[in-house]
């Protein structure tokens, strides 16, 4: 079916293409371009390298918003997508290439975790379905920087969440000179009973007020 379409690829593609943010605006990381240049790969291959990622996130975020009801052919939606960014790969090896370096990069340093580096960082889960890196090698460095990049939203939304640190030490209370029951605390031999009375007696603080 997709070889039979073959003839209309390229007219499709260029129309959605169009329809797809590009160059500054680029949802892409920018070495997904320059890599499909030095490779010399077609037009074609750079609007299907936009497209289909494209198509693929917005279907997903359709639904995580609401939008488009969950099912399986939603589902079988998306593969159908992801089946044709496979054979775009095929057709333009430089594609899958393109992702690789993309995805490598986004990997290898937090330079290259920027939003100038890396615009939108859920493109990345759209390039990692038809590179060859695995999701182990880059699974850190991705969920560490959503965290980082949902900080903004955190703080709108809990404006007085304060984080609790690890690390610090929990400071030791201080009694209050004016509490009566401040400096009462439960220790041994000190606490008498009806057989034994203990060894230290209580003190008056004020009308119905003990210390001890």
């Not at 605006?25 to 010399?40: C, I, K, Q």
């Not at 990069?105 to 590179?131: C, D, G, H, M």
Request: one cysteine or more; hydrophobic letters at 40%.
């Amino acid at each position: 079916h997709v070889r039979r379409a073959g003839p209309l690829f390229g007219e499709s593609l260029a129309l959605l293409a169009e329809c797809a943010a590009s160059g500054a605006d680029s949802h892409l990381p920018p070495p997904v371009f320059e890599t499909l240049a030095r490779a010399g790969a077609p037009l074609c291959a750079a609007h299907a390298a936009t497209v289909l990622p494209e198509m693929m996130h917005q279907l997903l975020k359709q639904v995580l918003d609401g939008d488009r009801h969950a099912s399986s052919k939603v589902l079988k939606g998306y593969f159908v997508l992801h089946r044709l960014f496979l054979h775009f790969c095929d057709k333009w090896p430089a594609i899958r290439e393109a992702a690789d370096v993309a995805v490598r990069n986004f990997a290898a340093s937090p330079e290259q975790r920027t939003k100038a580096a890396t615009p939108w960082i859920a493109y990345i889960l759209q390039l990692l379905t038809v590179s060859n890196v695995s999701w182990s090698e880059v699974r850190e460095q991705f969920i560490e920087e959503v965290l980082a990049r949902m900080v903004q939203f955190t703080r709108a939304s809990f404006p007085s969440y304060r984080p609790i640190d690890p690390d610090a030490e929990t400071p030791s209370p201080i009694s209050d000179a004016n509490d009566p029951f401040g400096e009462w605390q439960p220790s041994e031999h000190e606490h008498g009973s009806e057989r034994h009375p203990g060894t230290a007696g209580a003190r008056a603080l004020g009308p119905g007020c003990w210390l001890g």
